[in-house]
């Protein structure tokens, strides 16, 4: 019976950490970090959110990422507003 109880706890201990990486916060990187440094590990996902306003032209794109070490998993364009032209955020979800 102990040796039951025993392992009923150890198998809802190892649950509870294998459900910690996966409830883990999102990283989100916009302009108020500018200058700083980020430190990430290997498989860390994070978010970039930039302004942007596509209707002038002024939008965001990778110039070279190396691919090596991170991996673009979704971009993705929110509007600020519901009015034609208006500025969106561009969200790149990312994995270090």
């Not at 990430?40 to 498989?43: A, D, E, S, V």
């Not at 942007?52 to 070279?64: I, K």
């Not at 998993?73 to 507003?81: A, D, Y």
């Given at each position: 019976m102990q040796f039951l109880?025993?392992?009923?706890?150890?198998?809802?201990?190892?649950?509870?950490t294998i459900n910690n990486n996966?409830?883990?916060p999102i990283l989100k990187v916009n302009k108020s970090c500018h200058g700083k440094e980020i430190y990430?590990?290997?498989?860390k996902i994070?978010?970039?959110h930039l302004e942007?306003?596509?209707?002038?032209?002024?939008?965001?794109?990778?110039?070279?990422l190396d691919k090596d070490l991170f991996e673009i998993?979704?971009?993705?364009?929110?509007?600020?507003?519901k009015f034609i032209g208006a500025p969106v955020i561009g969200?790149?979800?990312i994995k270090a």
């Open positions: 109880i025993f392992l009923i706890i150890f198998f809802l201990i190892s649950c509870t996966i409830n883990e990430l590990k290997k498989g994070f978010e970039i942007e306003n596509p209707s002038t032209g002024y939008e965001w794109r990778f110039f070279q998993i979704s971009i993705e364009k929110q509007p600020k507003s969200i790149w979800k």
